[in-house]
Every structure is written in C-alpha cells, then in structure tokens.
C-alpha cells in the first residue's frame, strides 16, 4: 500500500470554492505576541479544532487518571449505539439492588432509587451535566448487561479512535488504582469525535448549567460556563487520586477550540487559568477558513468495493490556524493510503487534508467517507477485474 498525494483533484476541488492553494493573502503587519497566561497544570493542551494546530501542548501524552472525565467515552458509546439504531432515547432501565448499594450516594449523584426506572435521555442528562455515576452504572448494565461488557465497549470504540494512551476499566471513572488512564491528546480526539460525528446529540445533552431531576436541582460544575463566550463542553473531573481535571471547549463564530488540563491541586486555580487558557487561544490566534463542514473535497480509489471510489469530505469546518496578523501562505494536497479497502461505512476517516505553511510545516485535517461502499458482490468483483485488466 503506497500513499498517494492527490494533489491535482485537489486543485480541481478548490477551483469551485472561496480558496487559493499555495497563494499568499495579503494580512496586516503582524501585531505582538499575546501574553501566554500562567497555566500550572502538570499536563495541559490547547487545539484549534478547525485548522488541527497545537496552540500549547505540556506533556499531552503523559497517561493519567481522569477521574470523571471518563465519562466523555461513556457517552460517546452510548451515542454510537444511539446512532445504530442499537440504544433509544426513550428506553428505560432499571437501577437494581446491586447497583444501588454499591452506588447510592456515592461521589456524584443523580440520586437514582432503589429499583427504578429511568429512560436513557435521563441517564445521559445526569451524566454528563451533574456526573452522576450511578447513572453510568445503570446505563452500562442496562446498554450492555453489565459494567465490565460495556466497558469492553468503550475499549473497542478507543481502539477505533486511536487513542493509545487510554484504557477503561470503569464506567464512572471512580478510582481503581490507575487501571483506567488517558492522555491529554487522547481526550482532546475523543472529545473532537464526539461533537463531529454525533453534532445533534452534543447539542441536546452538553452545555448545560444546571439540571433538575426529581425535584433535585443540581450545578454543572464546569468553570468555563457563565465565564467564556460560547463554552459548551465537555466535562470536568476530581478525585483525590486524580486531582482537578478539564476537557473544555468553546465555539465562536463557527471556530471552535478544545482544551484539556490536569492535576490541579486546587479547584478555584483549575477555574481561573482554565478560562485565562483558552479566551488567550481565541485572542492570539485566529483561523483562515478552507473548507466548510460537509464540504466534498475530492476522491480516493476504493479496492474490492461495489464503488470504485469514495468521495472525501470535509467532517467539520477546516481552516488554517495562525497568529493573529501573520500572513497565510500556504498549499494544500490530499493524501491517503491506497486504495482504499471496501467496506467502508459513511463518515469513516480515511484521507488528509494536508496543509503546508512555508516555514512552519504542515497540519493534517481530517477528511471522511461521503458516503458508504459496500463490499463488492459477484458482478462488482467481475466488473472490477475486467477494468483493470482494460488499465482503468
């Protein structure tokens, strides 16, 4: 398998959009660096989402607990299986006995009885708003038919993902003597994965600030809400084992930026430089549009499919992130491995959009499956050997 820079269909593609490949745009004089704030977060990363450019990175592939932020994956499964058609929003579960005494009251609540039912929306609004982890534990035993098979699930989906610095062995995140861990990089994927790949979803159960359920009205702790302009995620998380931890994220005028932070000592300091952290991510940089999300950039060849290729699309906005005033100059070229191996499901990544900016690299975005190839029948496999064998 070789990979092939498709940089002529490219070409092609950009010649109907609002881009310019390897053209300089004439910017302003370049202002002065903004003040990086103080972050004392051990481990810390900040991402623009949309050009995939670092714009700070403090040891974002140290593994370590998460705590809570653990169940950005539970949610992210159960929006895979939501989107399967495999879990409904209106399913009920029932909190058993087990369930309850080890869980009732237990760190963050949703405070689920003893035997009762609750549908899934429920769940998920306990869960991610308020963190509750008995609601985790019901969901997985009620999804999967026990903790341990779902969290087996959520190792496949990380596995998926390719996060190699992240393993599950709870639903909730509570301590278990460091056998569940991430990374800082990881989160930001996952965490990017979860609002591209299910937008409506997000949308429904995240940004939210407060919760009421059963006549118990609960915060979200998140320090980014109420604070930052466009905060709508993700999640935080504390234990003693853990310390103080943030995946959070922003999105203005279409620029969305994720941060991750971790092993704060103390809560209010997690508050205060987390929201230091990203307003200097927005205020330092900003992003020169490319393509829109959806949009259809080019083609990749397709082997043993009933398609004999694929159209790649943009799964969110893409752009070209730089210092606030620099000057965008840059090209742009596709890249996969290739061809592309059939079956390939509608939304799958599988090419780059890669950017190159003299002087300072290149960036790699992603781009997706515009749609579904299915493996080659009898006739397709016949119709593919016959055209190559005629050289197309």
Same mark, same amino acid.
């Given at each position: 398998?070789? &990979?092939?820079?498709?940089?002529?269909?490219?070409?092609? %593609?950009?010649?109907?959009?609002?881009?310019?490949?390897?053209?300089?745009?004439?910017?302003?004089?370049? /202002?002065?660096?903004?003040?990086?704030? !103080?972050? &004392?977060?051990?481990?810390?990363? $900040?991402?623009?989402?949309?050009?995939?450019?670092?714009?700070? #990175?403090?040891?974002?592939?140290?593994?370590?607990?998460?705590?809570?932020?653990?169940?950005?994956?539970?949610?992210?499964?159960?929006?895979?299986?939501?989107?399967?058609?495999?879990?409904?929003?209106?399913?009920?579960?029932?909190?058993?006995? #087990?369930?309850?005494? /080890?869980?009732?009251?237990?760190?963050?609540?949703?405070? $689920?009885?003893?035997?009762?039912?609750?549908?899934?929306?429920?769940?998920?609004?306990?869960?991610?708003?308020? &963190?509750?982890?008995?609601?985790?534990?019901?969901?997985?035993?009620?999804?999967?038919?026990?903790?341990?098979?779902?969290?087996?699930?959520?190792?496949?989906?990380?596995?998926?993902?390719?996060? @190699?610095?992240?393993?599950?062995?709870? %639903?909730?995140?509570?301590?278990?003597?460091?056998?569940?861990?991430?990374?800082?990089?990881?989160?930001?994927?996952?965490?990017?994965?979860?609002?591209?790949?299910?937008?409506?979803?997000?949308?429904?159960?995240?940004?939210?600030?407060?919760?009421?359920?059963?006549?118990?009205? /609960?915060?979200?702790?998140?320090? $980014?809400?109420?604070?930052?302009?466009?905060?709508?995620?993700?999640?935080?998380?504390?234990?003693?084992?853990?310390?103080?931890?943030?995946?959070?994220?922003?999105?203005?005028?279409?620029? =969305?930026?994720?941060?991750?932070?971790?092993?704060?000592?103390?809560?209010?300091?997690?508050?205060?430089?987390?929201?230091?952290?990203?307003?200097?991510?927005?205020?330092?940089?900003? #992003?020169?549009?490319?393509?829109?999300?959806?949009?259809?950039?080019?083609?990749? @060849?397709?082997?043993?499919? #009933?398609? =004999?290729?694929?159209?790649?699309?943009?799964?969110?906005?893409?752009?070209?992130?730089?210092?606030?005033?620099? !000057?965008?100059?840059?090209?742009? &070229?596709?890249?996969?491995?290739?061809?592309?191996?059939?079956?390939?499901?509608?939304?799958?990544?599988?090419?780059?959009?890669?950017?190159?900016?003299?002087?300072?690299?290149?960036?790699?975005?992603?781009?997706?499956? %515009?749609?579904?190839?299915?493996?080659?029948?009898?006739?397709?496999?016949?119709?593919?050997?016959?055209?190559?064998?005629?050289? /197309?």
């Amino acid at each position: 398998m070789q &990979s092939r820079t498709l940089t002529a269909v490219l070409i092609a %593609a950009l010649a109907a959009l609002p881009v310019r490949a390897a053209a300089p745009v004439v910017e302003p004089a370049p /202002q002065a660096a903004l003040a990086m704030p !103080q972050i &004392s977060a051990p481990i810390a990363l $900040l991402i623009d989402v949309n050009g995939g450019r670092v714009l700070f #990175e403090r040891q974002s592939h140290r593994r370590f607990v998460p705590a809570s932020l653990t169940k950005i994956m539970t949610s992210y499964v159960a929006f895979e299986l939501i989107k399967a058609g495999k879990l409904k929003l209106d399913q009920r579960f029932t909190m058993s006995h #087990e369930a309850f005494r /080890q869980w009732h009251r237990v760190g963050s609540t949703m405070f $689920l009885a003893d035997g009762s039912e609750t549908s899934v929306a429920e769940l998920l609004e306990g869960i991610v708003t308020v &963190s509750a982890n008995d609601g985790c534990v019901v969901l997985a035993e009620g999804a999967a038919g026990s903790v341990g098979a779902w969290t087996e699930m959520m190792n496949a989906e990380a596995r998926k993902l390719g996060l @190699k610095d992240t393993h599950y062995n709870t %639903a909730n995140g509570w301590m278990d003597e460091g056998e569940t861990y991430v990374s800082a990089a990881d989160l930001a994927k996952l965490s990017t994965a979860l609002i591209t790949r299910h937008p409506d979803l997000y949308a429904r159960f995240y940004g939210h600030e407060r919760m009421s359920f059963r006549g118990i009205e /609960q915060p979200n702790h998140n320090p $980014l809400y109420g604070h930052v302009e466009g905060a709508d995620g993700v999640k935080t998380g504390f234990t003693n084992e853990a310390g103080y931890g943030l995946v959070g994220s922003a999105i203005r005028n279409g620029r =969305r930026l994720m941060m991750v932070v971790g092993g704060y000592d103390n809560g209010k300091v997690r508050a205060r430089e987390s929201r230091d952290f990203i307003e200097w991510g927005f205020a330092a940089f900003e #992003e020169h549009p490319l393509f829109a999300q959806g949009a259809r950039i080019g083609m990749a @060849k397709v082997q043993g499919g #009933e398609a =004999r290729s694929v159209g790649l699309m943009a799964p969110h906005p893409l752009a070209l992130t730089l210092p606030r005033g620099a !000057q965008a100059r840059y090209a742009l &070229s596709l890249r996969y491995k290739g061809p592309l191996r059939a079956p390939i499901a509608k939304g799958d990544e599988v090419a780059s959009l890669v950017v190159r900016v003299p002087g300072d690299g290149e960036t790699r975005l992603p781009l997706v499956a %515009a749609e579904a190839v299915p493996e080659a029948g009898a006739l397709a496999r016949l119709r593919n050997g016959l055209l190559a064998m005629l050289g /197309q």
